[in-house]
């Protein structure tokens, strides 16, 4: 079975899952959101596209890594993380 997973406290994308008829569970990162931004803005301009996609991707790949420690080996299920 696979089970998806919402990297996001977001109140609006949990909604627009649900109104898809997903249920996800929610697994919030601890990703320092400024932190990247203001990487991105030290870099050049902020392009917000890049910086929606940078967010979602390391939200992703902490929520990916927190269940990959989490994960007893006995029991592998298939994940997908949404960010």
Request: charge should be negative.
């Amino acid at each position: 079975m696979t089970q998806l997973i919402l990297a996001s406290a977001s109140p609006a994308r949990l909604e627009t899952l649900r109104r898809a008829g997903v249920e996800p569970s929610v697994q919030v990162s601890d990703v320092d959101e400024d932190a990247i931004l203001e990487r991105l803005h030290a870099e050049g301009p902020l392009d917000p596209k890049r910086a929606v996609l940078e967010l979602a991707r390391a939200k992703c790949a902490a929520v990916a890594d927190q269940i990959h420690d989490d994960s007893p080996a006995s029991q592998p299920t298939q994940r997908v993380v949404v960010g």
